[in-house]
């Protein structure tokens, strides 16, 4: 049985702010033993439950957070830049016939209230993201593109907010596991690691074991993904993309037969407009 993990940071035991979540913070090294020790906590329960092949995926910022030397023995690591990454925190979902999914450490979307650092994939770029109108985080788009795979997200972890917005879209039956309630951007309720972790693993085996009772998230077909922007110069840069049309001077728009297509095309557009060209062409 093949399993894919799919790894964020701002949803972490006791992670709550910045200094926490990027290589040149002061409390980073922190931040990712809380990463791995979640991961981890995650694939015991993954291997209880029967599963032979776990790939994670380090999906957050540049992606080569979680400590390889710490990581479970049964985990194989899919870590490396972003830049080289079509397909960003699902990168090699396409590699085996995964049975399941699981997000650990997820944040909620861009603009939700009471939510520890909530953004949509690229939080210096998207205003907001939205599949056939409806806004989505990357809970709900994840799911989504492992969803036309028939891959089912069977279990979520993150803040409170988070797990009400992974149930809101993927439905009741899935496994979540609330590890802090946030009280403001950069605050929570946190529950420490010593509660956490024994539960992630074993809410991890009963959704795997319960995995058939969970349904592929699968939004009305042909998908089109929607993004606005936080400034006209980043839609700009973005509509250079191939299959990108721009719609207004902030909004982009992505249409498509293929979701796994038509996520690395967002993900190139947000690459793209993300990028700041050289001085002399401004």
């Not at 990581?71 to 049975?99: D, Y």
Request: net charge negative.
């Amino acid at each position: 049985m093949d399993v894919l993990v799919s790894v964020d940071i701002e949803g972490i035991t006791g992670v709550v702010h910045a200094d926490m979540m990027g290589p040149d913070q002061r409390e980073y090294d922190r931040g990712r033993k809380l990463m791995t020790n979640d991961a981890n906590a995650a694939i015991e329960g993954l291997v209880e439950a029967g599963a032979d092949y776990i790939l994670v995926i380090d999906g957050h910022g540049p992606m080569r957070n979680l400590i390889f030397e710490d990581m479970h023995p049964a985990a194989h690591l899919m870590t490396g830049s972003a830049n080289v990454r079509p397909h960003c925190q699902l990168e090699g979902a396409n590699t085996r016939t995964f049975e399941a999914a699981v997000f650990i450490g997820y944040h909620a979307m861009a603009k939700t209230y009471r939510a520890i650092h909530p953004h949509t994939i690229a939080g210096a770029a998207v205003h907001e993201l939205r599949i056939n109108g409806i806004p989505h985080g990357e809970t709900g788009v994840n799911a989504a593109v492992l969803g036309s795979m028939g891959i089912p997200v069977v279990m979520v972890t993150g803040d409170t907010t988070t797990c009400a917005e992974a149930r809101y879209f993927l439905g009741q039956g899935i496994e979540t596991v609330a590890v802090k309630e946030a009280v403001g951007r950069n605050s929570a309720i946190c529950r420490p690691p010593s509660a956490t972790l024994p539960e992630i693993t074993a809410a991890a085996k009963q959704a795997l074991e319960n995995r058939e009772a969970v349904s592929p998230y699968l939004p009305e077909y042909p998908l089109t993904f929607e993004v606005d922007f936080l400034n006209m110069l980043q839609c700009e840069r973005a509509a250079q993309v191939a299959g990108v049309e721009r719609v207004t001077p902030v909004t982009m728009r992505i249409e498509g037969e293929d979701p796994w297509e038509q996520y690395r095309v967002l993900w190139a557009a947000l690459r793209m407009a993300l990028h700041e060209p050289a001085s002399f062409l401004r």
